[in-house]
């Protein structure tokens, strides 16, 4: 929540304040809560979000931010990303040791490009996986 939202929940529950004292100008009975229970309310709000836009920010691990070449990008791959394709739940065990955002990372270290923002973890593993076999299968061909 932006310092603006913070100020309009502020401003709004001060104005809800001024006009629940007004007798004269509203009916009995219009302001269903307490002004007591909107502010405790708007406290909760501004509170609970910082601590969720806390928590959606994901940690990325240092080796991956510190791939600045195909030969660590690889050498993470070999040791992070591969698995036995014969087995049933290999490629699933691989996917709960990484996160979305450390394979958008990895992609766009290997492919120089941004990863689609829709992508799913198990897309962008099979097109590192690509990029690598690729590469293998191109210099096992190599004469």
């Not at 929540?1 to 529950?13: A, E, P, Y």
């Amino acid at each position: 929540m932006t310092v603006k939202d913070k100020d309009i929940l502020n401003h709004l529950t001060k104005i809800y304040k001024d006009f629940y004292g007004s007798s004269e100008i509203f009916r009995k009975g219009y302001f269903k809560y307490s002004v007591d229970e909107v502010e405790e309310l708007i406290k909760k709000i501004i509170n609970s979000t910082g601590e969720s836009t806390a928590a959606k920010n994901p940690i990325i691990r240092d080796e991956i931010k510190l791939i600045t070449n195909e030969d660590m990008a690889k050498k993470f791959y070999i040791e992070h990303l591969t698995y036995n394709k014969d087995e049933a739940g290999a490629k699933e065990n691989c996917l709960k040791n990484i996160s979305l955002e450390e394979l958008k990372l990895m992609y766009t270290k290997v492919y120089s490009t941004e990863a689609k923002t829709r992508a799913t973890k198990e897309e962008l593993l099979s097109l590192i996986e690509k990029y690598f076999n690729g590469i293998d299968r191109a210099l096992s061909m190599k004469p």
